[in-house]
């Protein structure tokens, strides 16, 4: 089967698995049409489970929505209120510095492209591609470790780093597929093609799947 066709019935599927997860808190927050909350909530969400990371936001915003009042909190008030997302305490920091940026070089907007958003104190190729699918609906292929894993394992791409994975995945996923491709696959590597044991028996992608460096499955 061409990788062309494969990809488009790999999405199929994809969406129809997602119908049943838990969808990201990212994802949730980016329907509120506010850069600025899925900015930080990003942040907030790597290496973080999602309920947890959905807490944090919630706690964090009651304290404070926008950069300026952002900057009115103490690193220990951010602390307190995003416990126990990992990193909470350089995460702190990092928040603070970017409503600096903010507010110093764009008059307190989140930037739109992503060369600008890469240049926010502590903002990396997974936060600004997620910031511009999420937060302004532009394309952008944000890769994190499932989405790297996954596409390793299906065969759509041989990388070794995320890096490499969103090059590759530039170059073969129709645009179209940008912005589902990321909370697609972060929900299906969460709840079957899981790190440890997949749950091949499960998934609607066996017959798609490579099922490449998997060792051990359910």
């Not at 990371?53 to 008030?77: D, G, H, I, V, Y």
């Amino acid at each position: 089967m061409a990788k062309a066709c494969r990809i488009v019935r790999i999405m199929r599927e994809l969406e129809e698995s997602y119908k049943q997860y838990f969808e990201p808190i990212v994802t949730r927050i980016g329907k509120e049409n506010y850069p600025f909350k899925v900015l930080i909530s990003t942040v907030l969400s790597l290496r973080t489970k999602d309920k947890v990371t959905e807490r944090a936001t919630t706690n964090l915003f009651k304290l404070a929505s926008t950069p300026k009042e952002m900057l009115k909190l103490s690193e220990e008030q951010i602390r307190k209120a995003i416990y126990p997302v990992g990193f909470y305490k350089r995460k702190a920091k990092v928040i603070k510095d970017i409503c600096k940026d903010l507010i110093k070089k764009y008059h307190g907007r989140v930037p739109d492209s992503l060369d600008e958003l890469l240049k926010l104190n502590g903002v990396g190729r997974k936060t600004a591609n997620l910031v511009l699918t999420e937060g302004f609906n532009k394309p952008g292929l944000c890769v994190d470790t499932h989405v790297h894993r996954i596409s390793n394992r299906l065969g759509l791409v041989t990388t070794k780093t995320p890096y490499e994975t969103e090059m590759s995945l530039r170059k073969i996923l129709p645009r179209k597929f940008w912005k589902l491709y990321n909370s697609y696959l972060v929900a299906h590597g969460q709840n079957t093609c899981t790190p440890i044991s997949p749950k091949c028996s499960q998934c609607r992608l066996y017959n798609y799947c490579e099922k490449f460096g998997v060792t051990k499955h359910r």
